[in-house]
């Protein structure tokens, strides 16, 4: 079954408090976990796939006009969670998924203090039915 | 360059989909599949899921010796995603036009939805250089 998790870290607004206001060694120690993991799942073979994503301050909303014609928006209520990025994973059932966004969530953050943060899991819908 | 285009709703928004009519979730369907293939023929196409309704999502997060603790409860106003896409094209109004299309996907009664699409850049290279 493959699960996907989503790190939904960040706010509209604080990308100056978020990691890139951190000591780089400490960015150093959270990129080298996050790599690490990569490369445990993709030798286990449970990776699909990963990506991170660019910060709020570059997200746009698009929504077609009348005539199809994008209209962009970059106004995000204060509350809404970004998606920082996610991994996708094939793995036995949700236990399993479970572990692993755990051990995303243990990351070092400043200090090296794991940030514990939470992980949204999900399972993947396979094709709509016909 | 490779943006994302995401499509998010409330759960409540996520319960008025299961109150559709067969015809609207077919020609909903349709349009989604037909989208998908007329990106792929133009080239631009790199990946597309849908996810879990969100009564199967769970937040995990790590307890002090590493177990998960897992949690199901979500505040009301939470947006979840629904699904996405991932294009490679040349410049973010390429995305925009192309999240556009998907915003104008048929809701009930084949009236254009006019969905927001969240677009945002997707950094290169996380899993490239381990392959």
Do not use: C
């Amino acid at each position: 079954m493959k699960y996907i998790l989503m790190m939904n870290t960040m706010k509209a607004g604080q990308e100056a408090q978020g990691i890139m206001a951190w000591p780089k060694q400490d960015i150093d120690a959270h990129i080298a976990h996050m790599l690490k993991l990569n490369q445990e799942l993709l030798n286990s073979g449970e990776l699909v796939s990963a990506e991170g994503l660019s910060f709020p301050d570059q997200a746009k909303r698009v929504r077609a006009g009348n005539d199809g014609a994008p209209i962009t928006d970059g106004v995000f209520p204060e509350s809404k969670e970004f998606l920082a990025g996610y991994w996708i994973v094939d793995v036995p059932g949700p236990e399993r998924a479970y572990a692993i966004a755990a051990r995303a969530s243990a990351a070092p953050g400043r200090g090296g203090v794991p940030l514990n943060m939470w992980i949204e899991v999900r399972p993947i819908m396979g094709a709509p039915p016909k | 360059m490779k943006y994302i285009l995401m499509m998010t709703g409330t759960k409540a928004q996520w319960e008025a989909y299961t109150k559709w009519s067969k015809e609207d979730l077919q020609r909903n369907t349709a349009f989604m599949r037909a989208f998908s293939k007329q990106l792929k023929e133009e080239g631009v196409f790199v990946a597309t899921e849908g996810l879990g309704w969100p009564e199967q999502a769970k937040i995990v997060r790590a307890g002090n010796d590493g177990t998960p603790i897992t949690d199901g409860v979500f505040p009301e106003s939470k947006e979840f995603l629904a699904g996405y896409w991932i294009i490679d094209v040349e410049n973010p109004e390429q995305a925009y036009k192309i999240a556009a299309r998907a915003s104008a996907a048929p809701g009930p009664g084949g009236v254009l939805g006019n969905v927001p699409i969240e677009v945002r850049q997707v950094m290169s290279g996380a899993l490239e250089e381990f392959r």
